[in-house]
């Protein structure tokens, strides 16, 4: 696929990233819907004999009006006047590359074909807990709520459409999520269901290509990470209702064994070729015209010089780390004048040898920790915590500067692949000094405050600069994949304190994650541990 009407942008730290992100279902944009312009021409279906074939940048009719609809029902709040100008040529491109389509900015029939699979023409999401919501959301409502509650749904797994409809299909989702996340079973979507559905800050990543590199020629039964994860999503996606936790146990086992049956497999439990192909069935309404499955750059599959000229699923990964880093290309798998100045680019501020051909040391340099702390550890102990971890607000997940907090604990990974939220805290930790205790995971910040180890104790008198611990599902053991943490940034009268937390959701409801700032509340039916710095 031709990149000739995309630009490289100059490489630059701390750029949003659009990587692992681009082989994932999500929308990257505000979900705000933008505001209509009188003179928009009349919206015209994009599918009808009235459209072109493939609707590009510069055009203006109706057509595009149609076009930015829905996009803005996905997330991406665009004035709608009907002018395919540059802000809905970078919506259609995030469209395409949260939707794992080969991002080209043009709107031609796969395009086209997912924007109605995935939403229609909804109307535009509006965050839940917003005062624009009902209170409590009941079968029979329509408008923005149903939608942004229907798309909270199918990040759950539930297989209904984004239609703005509170309809049976709906009502009989929200029951079924109520009663497996304990709650009243009534249908309606109050104040607790709507908490619940937010509650998903440290889900596991959904990030790895099943039939990358990356993953077992064969995951079976025992096995977890990240390749589990993917494989429960994609189960999700075709009906059955597993926890998204990277533990390949007896449930998941049966869905595997449920699957094949259903597919025509022969039904052994094991994910092999035939398994992973009938499961990406459908993905990208088929065609062939996505980009090729991501392979590691490291794995023998890839060679050891990848070079211009050269199609191929390790392409799909280069591209993707070099968005990573601050490129602009299309994620397609083709290796062609655009992404050459971009691994030339690279190169030279990565301080290799420029010679536009992906080897050793350019590999090892896009998986790399990659971006170092902007200054030299501040230190101030406890009384810099606070300061540190509000600097990094806005900060979002995949991009170079979330990448970076890794190096605390001495991880290099995308924080597109994993749960971060205590790699974030063991960040600001280190910054600070304030404590020489490195984690990722939450229960272990906890025993340790439990213990009174490495300046840590458990407090029950909160102070900005604290850290906080939660467990979403109670019990007060902070272990199972449903805990997350951050920094006490606030403490309010009664129970309302605001915090500092990485790998969180974005309170503006758009759609992405990443270190924001957060309204809590120690009443709202999950467990809070309060940890002393000092």
Known sequence: MSQRSLRVRTLRTGALATATALLTAGTLIGAGAGP??????????????SCPANIVQGQVSGCVTELQNLLNAHGAGLVVDGSFGANTLYAVRQYQASTAIAVDGQVGPQTKAKLYATGGSAPAPIVLTSASCPANIVQGDKGGCVSELQRLLQHFGYTIDVDGEFGAATYSAVRDFQSSHGLSVDGQVGTNTKRELYDTDESASTALDLRSASCPANIVDGESGGCVATLQALLNGKGYHLDVDGQFGPLTLAAVKAFQSASGLSVDGQVGTNTKAALYANISTGGGSGAPAPVNLTSSSCPANIVQGQRSGCVTELQSL???????????????????????????????????????????????????????????????????????AGTVEGSARANSYGSAVGLSRSTSTYAWCATFVSWVAKQTGASSYRNTYVVGWVRQARAGNYHLSVTTDPQPGDIVAFDWNGGWDFEGGHEHIGIVRSVGSGSSFTTVEGNTSDPGGGGSEGVYIKNRSTTSGYDVLFIRVR
């Open 36 to 49: 209509a312009s009188a003179a928009a021409p009349a919206a015209i279906r994009l599918t009808s004999s």
């Open 322 to 392: 070099l968005n990573h880093h601050g490129a602009d290309l299309a994620v397609d798998g083709d290796f062609g004048p655009l992404t050459y100045s971009a691994v030339r680019d690279f190169q030279a501020e990565k301080g290799l040898s420029v010679d536009g051909q992906v080897g050793t040391n350019t590999k090892a340099a896009l998986y790399g920790a990659v971006t170092p702390p902007s200054s030299t550890p501040p230190g101030g102990g406890y009384a810099q915590m606070l300061a540190v971890a509000e600097a990094e």
